[in-house]
Nanobody, 116 residues
Framework: QVQLVESGGGLVQPGGSLRLSCAAS?????????MGWYRQAPGKEREMVAA???????NYADSVKGRFIISRDNAKNTVYLQMNSLKPEDTAVYYC?????????WGQGTQVTVSS
């Protein structure tokens, strides 16, 4: 079975930084079409934060452009989300996703709370 496990979430003050990791098992990131990060705040719909294609194309939500960076380490089979200049509005559960023509996998999520 395929599993995506997020880690690195926690409490951080506004303006701080946090690095999320998504470790995959049962799937090789290098063979996936796209890896991405999504987030969902309580009572709100899940939204795309950042995506990274196999070819290296990146896409970011307007709200995080210039602050967040998505990357992957194929050797470690891990995708990352570096979050800088965090704002209270970034508070949410962050989910890792990997998808292609024949699959769509989601992680369990990791909580990120930005508060003073």
């Amino acid at each position: 079975q395929v599993q995506l496990v997020e880690s690195g979430g926690g409490l951080v003050q506004p303006g701080g930084s946090l690095r999320l990791s998504c470790a995959a098992s049962g799937i090789t990131f290098s063979s996936t079409n796209t890896m991405g990060w999504y987030r969902q705040a309580p009572g709100k719909e899940r939204e795309m934060v950042a995506a990274l294609s196999r070819s290296g194309y990146t896409n970011y939500a307007d709200s995080v452009k210039g602050r967040f960076i998505i990357s992957r380490d194929n050797a470690k089979n891990t995708v990352y989300l570096q979050m800088n200049s965090l704002k209270p509005e970034d508070t949410a559960v962050y989910y890792c996703r990997g998808w292609g023509a024949q699959y769509d996998y989601w992680g369990q999520g990791t909580q990120v709370t930005v508060s003073s």
